[in-house]
């Protein structure tokens, strides 16, 4: 049987820090084709592609800030519009196998030696079958900007992303998740198995699915505490900017326990960063990531000021629940003493 074509998809957004780190994870881990989509990016994202399309062909991009010439209602499903776009070009490009992560989500298998083409082959055999993986959230690092380590500890979620055929398979709706498929289409999960989705939420994994196995998907949901601020700010920075409200706290090696961790052979692991470490240096990136890792210090920075003064502007449980486990705590702690505690403040917002 011949290798299949896989090809990876990402909507990008300011992630000129990431993209190279990205690129060559799943290139090592056995995607043959990365096309990422690029939208109102303000960095070197574009730069940082186009270096390394210049060594890698199979790696290209486009922006899509078309999409916002449509009407609102449309703009706001941007990436789900995107992701259908990219569908349609990757079935007449003749690619077998599809997949949609976001630059914060890495495709690994559990030994980090298994690459996706022959996961698929061991799961599906000659029937072609989406696969759903589970993320594997990441807990934040004490390093800022460091990249993917062996040992790290993660928690477990029921969010998933899907691997999926596109050749003779009926897929009636992109997802971001998980496509909606024709009837007869049984999904797997990472194992092999029927996969379970949640009945209320059909995008998620149901609750008797979740546990570790063979491949998920790591998520860098946090990365760091700096970064983590840094991704609270909504908005360029030059306009107006909005803290963004899903977010639940920060989460890391230092205030959560951790109860499980991703894990690889030694050997396996230091091939791989070695690779990453050559990848990198080939590419000559360094000063255009330094760049974009300042400006994402200075929006952490400003994210703190931000989030400090709703103490003032009513909201101190906005503050609290943002602040949550960064070391930013004694701070907020200290201004509220000092304006009376959240009770007050919340009597004076009301009345106010």
Not at 38 to 45: E, P, V
Not at 50 to 77: H, M, N
Not at 153 to 166: A, N, Q, V
Not at 215 to 228: D, K, L, P
Request: charged share 25%; with cysteine.
């Amino acid at each position: 049987m011949n290798k299949p074509r896989i090809r990876l998809c990402a909507v990008a957004k300011d992630e000129g820090p990431y993209l190279a780190e990205w690129v060559f994870h799943h290139l090592h881990v056995g995607f043959d084709q990365i096309h990422v989509l690029l939208n109102r990016t303000s960095d070197t994202s574009a730069a940082v592609l186009e270096r390394i399309g210049q060594a890698y062909p199979q790696i290209t991009f486009e922006f899509i800030d078309w999409v916002e010439l449509c009407d609102p209602s449309v703009g706001r499903k941007l990436q789900t519009i995107a992701y259908a776009k990219a569908l349609a070009d990757a079935r007449a490009a003749g690619v077998d196998w599809l997949m949609f992560l976001d630059i914060d989500e890495f495709w690994t298998a559990q030994d980090l030696a298994t690459r996706v083409d022959q996961l698929i082959a061991r799961l599906c055999g000659d029937t072609p079958r989406p696969i759903s993986f589970l993320w594997h959230c990441e807990l934040g690092q004490a390093q800022a900007f460091c990249s993917l380590q062996n040992g790290a500890g993660y928690e477990l979620s029921s969010h998933l992303k899907t691997l999926f055929p596109i050749q003779g398979i009926e897929i009636q709706h992109v997802r971001v998740h998980h496509p909606i498929f024709g009837r007869d289409v049984v999904s797997l999960d990472a194992d092999g198995h029927p996969m379970v989705y949640s009945d209320t939420q059909p995008e998620l994994a149901d609750s008797t699915a979740i546990a570790p196995r063979q491949a998920y998907v790591i998520h860098r949901m946090y990365r760091s505490e700096e970064e983590y601020l840094a991704l609270l700010l909504r908005g360029r920075p030059s306009g107006k900017q909005q803290l963004k409200t899903n977010r639940p706290g920060y989460r890391s090696h230092r205030n959560v326990k951790v109860g499980r961790r991703m894990v690889w052979p030694g050997e396996v692991f230091a091939a791989y960063d070695s690779a990453k470490r050559d990848f990198m240096q080939r590419l000559e990136i360094s000063a255009l990531i330094e760049r974009d890792r300042e400006a994402i210090r200075q929006r952490a920075a400003r994210a703190v000021s931000m989030l400090l003064a709703l103490v003032e502007q009513g909201d101190p449980d906005g503050a609290t629940r943002f602040l949550r486990g960064t070391r930013h705590e004694a701070a907020l702690a200290a201004r509220l003493a000092a304006h009376g505690g959240t009770e007050e403040l919340g009597r004076s917002a009301a009345s106010g």
